[in-house]
């Protein structure tokens, strides 16, 4: 009776520690060297980027002081620019979604554009040298490994905006003869140019940063009040 009950007992016992990596529910090895080797190439460029400038820095530095090889760091960036976008797109996703859990059904549409740039604006803030590069790089960023997925947050973050411009047009708040999502594209223009002129001032602050964004908005929302053009 005795053996029997230490036997079902055993059978409870959870993995032993020398169960294989997915027994245990962890990444094996190979996965956390992969890990590691794209934690060090992205640390590697982030610094040398900042440091030496875009243009200076090739990717061979950035593989020697990352410690890889110089075929490594192709696996994730098929060039520097695309390298530039990997580090830049760490972290958007959760930008984007504290963006759109800041919008507010019933908030003012002045409101609710600077609730949803306002984690924009604070993740741009971080590094700014960085951004700067960012910025004038994303022009005519469009092919690479990371050129889609940058693509598909400026895409949902302009599909936010003219979601936004929807609520308060269903409110009354608004006439537009536009399509929202015309409307959503208008305001992130705007967004841009004027995140590009904060950037480029010697003090980045979030605050005033949102503060010049809202003047431009409102001009946006209120109009010049202009007088209807004569004639036809």
């Known amino acids: 009776m005795v053996e029997r009950d230490t036997r079902e007992q055993a059978g409870r016992e959870p993995a032993s520690e020398d169960a294989g990596p997915a027994a245990r529910g962890k990444p094996g090895r190979r996965e956390r060297n992969k890990e590691d080797k794209l934690r060090r190439i992205k640390e590697a460029a982030r610094e040398l980027f ?13 593989a020697t002081q990352a410690e890889v090889g110089l075929g490594t760091v192709f696996i ?36 609710n554009l600077l609730a949803v740039f306002r984690p924009h604006y604070a993740f741009f803030e971080r590094q700014p040298e960085l951004s700067r590069l960012v910025l004038r790089e994303m022009t005519f960023y469009d092919s690479g490994a990371q050129a889609g997925s940058f693509r598909k947050t400026r895409e949902a973050l302009i599909e936010l905006l003219g979601e936004v411009v929807r609520l308060a047009a269903e409110r009354g708040e608004i006439t537009i003869d536009e399509t929202t999502a015309f409307v959503g594209w208008t305001i992130f223009c705007i967004y841009q140019v004027e995140l590009r002129r904060w950037l480029s001032d ?9 503060d010049r964004l809202r003047r431009a908005l409102l001009l946006l929302i209120y109009g010049l009040g202009a007088a209807a053009p004569r004639g036809g």
């Open 76 to 111: 994730y960036a098929a060039n520097k620019r695309d390298l530039l976008f990997l580090i830049a797109n760490e972290g958007l996703d959760e930008v984007a979604g504290a963006a759109a859990a800041a919008v507010d059904s019933n908030a003012a549409l002045i409101d």
């Open 202 to 210: 010697g003090t980045v602050d979030v605050e005033s940063g949102l």
């Open 50 to 62: 900042v440091s030496k400038g875009f243009d200076d820095t090739t990717i061979r530095q950035i």
